[in-house]
Each structure stands twice: as C-alpha cells, then as structure tokens.
C-alpha cells in the first residue's frame, strides 16, 4: 500500500516528485558543498546561489539518465517482497551512488564555471564528502517530503475518485 501512495503512478506524478526532490536537494546540498570547498561565508552562498538554477538543470537530466541504472542496481539488493523502507533505502543508496559520482565533477565544474581537470584529480577525496552529503539530505530530508506530498496528493485524488463513483 504504501508504494502505492507514497510514490509516484504516473509521469505526471513522477514530474511533480522528480521536482520537490530536486530543488530541495539542490538548495541544500549545493551551498552545504560549496561552504565546504570555499568556506562558510555569506560571499560563498551568494556566489551558491547564482549557479543553482544551472546546478538544478543538470540534476534533473542526470537523474533522467541514471534513473534505469538505478533502478538495475536497486534490483539486485532487494526483492518484491521486501519492506517498503528497504525499497526506499535502496534505492536513495543506488541514486546517491550515481548522481554523486556524476556531480562531484559536473557541479564543480558549473560551480567554478571552469572546465578543468581539477575535479577529476580530487575525486577520490571530495566524492565520500559529498556522496555522505547527499545521502543524508535526500534521505532525511527531500525524499520524506515528496513521498508526504505524494501521499496527501493521492489520499485527496483517491478521495475525489471515491465521491464521484459513489455520487
């Protein structure tokens, strides 16, 4: 039941959840990043904010292009008979997994607005920070609102489906 409520069942609905988690994350992540490249300054999250709409762009296309990887690395995990929170944790594992390999290059990239080999030289000790990162705020944060949009978004579909067939 719960997969059923709390996730999306159609694209529209993916559109609607793809879209909280997003700018959630990217709102959060982004400057908690980039206070950690830079420092915590007010400069260093004004700068944040200039970059977060090219920053969200790129979330957004990845999470369309790694979403089928994601979903075969989730697969291997776990099983149709396991929990709903075993699903969940799964999958933000495997999303995390993909999306932060991804941005610890691209977002740097878009966040220095250079193009230079410096991320690729410092993965290996800036992705652990920000896959950790990442995982806490999706999991934390971003996806248990979605999937709260997504339920009270379906009891109230649900709801006005009900009144109508019995109306």
């Known amino acids: 039941m719960e997969f059923h409520m709390k996730l999306p069942r159609n694209t529209k609905e993916f559109a609607l959840f793809l879209a909280v988690i997003s700018i959630i994350s990217v709102n959060i992540i982004a400057p908690l990043i ?93 992705w652990p920070r920000n896959a950790a990162i990442s995982f806490c705020v999706e999991s934390l944060i971003a996806q248990p609102i979605a999937r709260l949009i997504m339920l009270k978004f379906h009891e109230r579909k649900d709801f006005k489906t009900q009144l109508v067939t019995e109306g």
């Open 34 to 126: 980039s206070g950690f490249e830079a420092g915590f300054s007010l400069s260093v999250w004004a700068n944040t904010l200039k970059v977060i709409p090219f920053i969200w762009v790129a979330v957004v296309a990845l999470v369309l292009i790694t979403r089928k990887p994601a979903e075969w690395l989730t697969s291997k995990f776990v099983k149709e008979g396991d929990s709903f929170s075993a699903h969940i944790v799964i999958d933000i594992l495997c999303n995390v997994f993909f999306m932060s390999i991804c941005m610890t290059i691209i977002g740097s990239w878009i966040g220095t607005r250079h193009f230079g080999l410096e991320p690729l030289q410092m993965f290996f000790y800036k």
